[in-house]
C-alpha cells in the first residue's frame, strides 16, 4: 500500500472520528479487500486497524473532556457502545478514569499521525537495548535536576533506592522544588513542573531520541510517580498516573531537612517488565561526576 493511500485512509479516520469507523469501508477507500487490507495495516502501523481508531478516538475524547464535556456526552459523540464501555478504555488506554482526568485537567494535543518510513520502524520494533537505555533516562533525568542543586551548593547527598517491584526512588537533601502560595494548595508550581500527559505505545514508537526533555516527560513516562518536597517546614506530595494528577497537592508542617524524594515506576505498557540496571547506572553516575561534582551518591 503506497504512503499516499495509507496517507488518505488516517486522514479519513481523523475527519470522521465521531462516527462508527468499519474495516469494510476503510478497506474499500484503499482499494483492497478487508483481509489484505487489515493484514497491510497492521504490518505497516503495528497494531490492527480496529486497536488504532480506537485509541484515535480516546485521544480525540480526551480533548473533549479537557474542554469541559460529560463524559456521558463524550462517549457518545466518539460513538462508544456504552458509557461503562467508553470509561473502561480510556482508563485503559490512560491510566486515570475520565471524572479524574476532569478533576485535575493537563494540557493534552491530539498527536499528528505518524506513517513509519519503513517496515523497520513499526510500533514495538525498538530493540530491548534502546528501551533500557531510555528507560534509564527516566532516572537520569531526575539526577540531573538533583545535580543542578549540587552544582549551586545546595545539595550534598543524592541516594537512589532500587526496588524489587522494579521501581526506584531518588532523594536529595536540596531545597526542595520551589514552590509558591503554601497557604494554598492549588496554586503551587508543582504540578506545573512535573504534570505531562499520557503517552501511548503509538505516540512513543515515533519518539526519535528521550533526553533533556524534562520531568514532564518522565512523568508521562511512567505508569505510576509520587513527588515528596520537603521544604519551608512543610511537606508537599502529589501523585500521579501517566503524567496525570490523581488528587490535590497535599501539604501539612514537617520537622524534617529540606528536600525532594520521587518514587517512579516506568510504564510497563512500553517498557513491558525491563529492570534498571545497577551497573548501568553506576557507571553513567561516574561519568557525571568525573569533573569534582561535590556531592555523595548513594545507589542501594
Same mark, same amino acid.
Given at each position: 500500500m503506497s504512503r499516499h493511500i495509507f496517507n488518505h485512509v488516517l486522514s479519513y479516520i481523523d475527519v470522521h472520528i465521531q462516527e462508527k469507523i468499519t474495516l469494510a469501508e476503510l478497506a474499500s477507500l484503499? +482499494?483492497?479487500?478487508?483481509?489484505?487490507?487489515?493484514?497491510?495495516?497492521?504490518?505497516? =502501523?503495528?497494531i490492527p486497524v480496529t486497536s488504532y481508531i480506537? =485509541?484515535?478516538?480516546? *485521544?480525540?475524547?480526551?480533548?473533549?473532556?479537557?474542554?469541559?464535556r460529560k463524559v456521558l456526552d463524550v462517549?457518545?459523540? &466518539?460513538? !462508544?457502545?456504552?458509557? %461503562?464501555? !467508553?470509561?473502561?478504555? !480510556? $482508563?485503559? #488506554? !490512560? +491510566?486515570? /478514569?475520565?471524572? /479524574?482526568?476532569?478533576?485535575?485537567?493537563? /494540557? &493534552?494535543?491530539?498527536?499528528a499521525y505518524v506513517i513509519p518510513s519503513t517496515t523497520e520502524r513499526r510500533?514495538?520494533?525498538k530493540n530491548t537495548d534502546t528501551l533500557h537505555n531510555e528507560m534509564h533516562q527516566l532516572i537520569y533525568e =531526575?539526577?540531573?535536576?538533583?545535580?543542578? %542543586?549540587?552544582?549551586?551548593?545546595?545539595?550534598? %547527598?543524592?541516594?537512589? $533506592? #532500587?526496588?524489587?517491584? +522494579?521501581s526506584v526512588q531518588i532523594e536529595d537533601n536540596g531545597r526542595g522544588i520551589p514552590l509558591t502560595g503554601a497557604e494554598h494548595p492549588d496554586h503551587h508550581t508543582l504540578q506545573k513542573i512535573f504534570a505531562g500527559h499520557p503517552v501511548s505505545n503509538i505516540e512513543y514508537s515515533h519518539m526519535e531520541t528521550f533526553s533533556n526533555t524534562g520531568l514532564q516527560m518522565v512523568n508521562s513516562l511512567c505508569e505510576k510517580l509520587q513527588v515528596c518536597v520537603y521544604r519551608d517546614g512543610l511537606f508537599f *506530595?502529589?501523585?500521579?498516573?501517566?503524567?496525570?494528577?490523581?488528587?490535590?497537592?497535599?501539604?501539612?508542617?514537617?520537622?524534617?531537612?529540606?528536600?525532594?524524594?520521587?518514587t517512579l515506576m516506568p510504564d510497563r505498557a512500553i517498557f513491558k517488565d525491563l529492570r534498571f540496571l545497577r551497573d548501568h547506572i553506576q557507571s553513567w553516575i561516574k561519568e557525571q561526576t568525573a569533573h569534582s561534582r561535590h556531592v555523595e551518591i548513594f545507589l542501594e
Open positions: 484503499a +482499494g483492497y479487500s478487508p483481509f489484505y487490507f487489515s493484514r497491510l495495516f497492521s504490518d505497516t =502501523i503495528g480506537r =485509541i484515535r478516538k480516546l *485521544q480525540h475524547a480526551m480533548v473533549s473532556l479537557l474542554e469541559g462517549s457518545l459523540m &466518539y460513538a !462508544f457502545d456504552s458509557h %461503562e464501555g !467508553f470509561t473502561r478504555s !480510556f $482508563t485503559q #488506554l !490512560f +491510566g486515570s /478514569t475520565p471524572s /479524574t482526568i476532569q478533576k485535575h485537567p493537563i /494540557t &493534552y494535543q491530539v498527536p510500533l514495538y520494533m =531526575i539526577l540531573n535536576a538533583s545535580f543542578k %542543586e549540587a552544582d549551586e551548593g545546595f545539595c550534598t %547527598e543524592i541516594r537512589i $533506592t #532500587l526496588f524489587p517491584d +522494579g *506530595q502529589q501523585d500521579y498516573v501517566r503524567g496525570i494528577p490523581q488528587h490535590k497537592i497535599t501539604s501539612r508542617p514537617a520537622v524534617h531537612p529540606s528536600g525532594t524524594r520521587i
